[in-house]
T-cell receptor
């Protein structure tokens, strides 16, 4: 069963604009992660935020977590054409030994 | 994709045939995972293993089998019982020290039915 659900399903923006993707989940978590997937490739880990953290930054990425609303957002600032990819949130399961992925947001950055 | 290899990149299966997808890692990770990805969807867990000679079913294990005889290897067999095997299969591994929660993914195998 998929716990995380991303919104929007697809996003198209111009280079230089910011992109925001949202993720909602259903149960308590220890951490939430964001992954990126280029077309036809494996996933690459972007950032992890723990349940006791509210915001985290990594380069042009900013992740927020609201455990009361069971939601997270990923902000990519000053987007580039190379950011074009699918982005997935993943939450750890009840025992933290496996991840549950959402359906993903497809981001297209036009140059 | 570093440290995890999957082969082949493309695999064709005939009706009634079992096929095996390879996954090898040189990251010294204890845990390994198999996921299935259908077009426009997220990843669904098939099987996972946290230690050699032990593995657990994920959410969609029916029609699949695995083995974990070596720490480095976690092959997935798609059996003839899996009636809709066409998908993109991803293998991942995770260590139990350092960034414990991060999974590292291979490049994937695309399975097609002839």
């Amino acid at each position: 069963s998929q716990q995380g659900e991303e919104d929007p399903q697809a996003l198209s923006i111009q280079e230089g604009e910011n992109a925001t993707m949202n993720c909602s989940y259903k149960t308590s978590i220890n951490n939430l992660q964001w992954y990126r997937q280029n077309s036809g490739r494996g996933l690459v880990h972007l950032i992890l935020i723990r349940s006791n953290e509210r915001e985290k930054h990594s380069g042009r990425l900013r992740v927020t977590l609201d455990t009361s609303k069971k939601s997270s957002s990923l902000l990519i600032t000053a987007s580039r054409a190379a950011d074009t990819a699918s982005y997935f949130c993943a939450t750890d399961g009840e025992y933290g030994n496996k991840l549950v992925f959402g359906a993903g947001t497809i981001l297209r950055v036009k140059s | 994709d570093g440290g995890i290899t999957q082969s082949p990149k493309y695999l064709f299966r005939k009706e009634g045939q079992n096929v095996t997808l390879s996954c090898e890692q040189n990251l010294n990770h204890d845990a390994m995972y198999w996921y299935r990805q259908d077009p426009g969807q997220g990843l669904r867990l098939i099987y996972y293993s946290q230690i050699v000679n032990d593995f657990q079913k994920g959410d969609i294990a029916e029609g699949y089998s695995v083995s974990r005889e070596k720490k480095e290897s976690f092959p997935l067999t798609v059996t003839s019982a899996q009636k809709n095997p066409t998908a993109f299969y991803l293998c991942a591994s995770k260590g139990l020290t350092g960034p414990q929660e991060t999974q590292y993914f291979g490049p994937g195998t695309r399975l097609l039915v002839l």
